[in-house]
């Protein structure tokens, strides 16, 4: 069933760009974490791998039992669905009597242990191993560009040379590349002495007329096939004198 604009106007469905976002983060290729920095990762689990078969079905039909079992306590019709499979189990206690234990915060109710032990929230994933990269192989990536005395400084506009510093990963080896909005040949040189992994000092040389706009920065390496691998562009704009 498609819908049609007027309807996707009232009622939008952002089921597909949800979809699409989580196929991007989940399934993306050669995406490297740097060292002492942390990610979000999505993993796609079986649902089998974690309920017997009996508890899959209550799960498909009411998956909250699962992640709020608390919610029982207020959810007469949650407590009926969880009814028979208790009843087989044979367990001494009555989900009746959930609601006062479970506001009351009775540590010794049966049925408030039985609860917290079925939430899947008690479930953890830990992955282990060690991952060695060759970070040659790796493209630099640029989280930042500044200008010594300021990015919006009028000095930047005078003819010479200007320091500067790019931050970012996998800096080591890198060569700045420096290109104007207007065309203007920038030359950029990589300062070897006062560069890091993470951090990458160049000097760049203003030619005569230079006038204020955006400058596009980004660092180049160089792989074991001699090809470049290029970080993205990082703008940068260049103010007007006085501004």
Do not use: C
Request: proline letters at 7%.
């Amino acid at each position: 069933m498609r819908w049609s604009p007027a309807a996707e106007t009232l009622w939008p469905d952002g089921t597909i760009g949800q979809m699409n976002r989580i196929s991007d983060v989940g399934f993306q290729v050669n995406k490297v974490i740097p060292k002492d920095s942390s990610d979000i990762i999505v993993a796609f689990f079986p649902i089998d791998r974690f309920l017997t078969p009996g508890l899959k079905k209550l799960f498909l039909k009411s998956p909250a039992l699962f992640f709020a079992p608390g919610a029982l306590a207020l959810d007469p019709e949650a407590r009926k669905a969880l009814e028979p499979l208790v009843k087989q189990l044979g367990v001494n206690f009555d989900l009746k009597s959930l609601p006062e234990d479970y506001i009351a915060n009775n540590p010794n109710s049966t049925a408030v242990k039985f609860l917290n032990k079925l939430s899947l929230n008690n479930v953890r994933v830990v992955v282990g191993g060690i991952l060695t990269v060759d970070v040659n192989t790796v493209p630099a990536t640029v989280s930042s560009v500044t200008m010594d005395g300021g990015n919006d400084s009028s000095e930047l506009l005078k003819p010479g040379d200007h320091l500067g510093v790019m931050q970012g990963n996998y800096l080591s080896g890198a060569t700045p590349v420096v290109t104007a909005a207007d065309g203007t040949s920038i030359t950029a040189i990589a300062v070897a002495g006062e560069s890091t992994p993470t951090q990458l000092r160049f000097k760049i040389t203003i030619p005569g007329n230079f006038s204020a706009q955006t400058v596009k920065f980004k660092a180049v390496k160089k792989d074991k096939d001699g090809k470049d691998l290029n970080s993205t562009d990082f703008p940068v704009a260049i103010a007007s004198p006085g501004k």
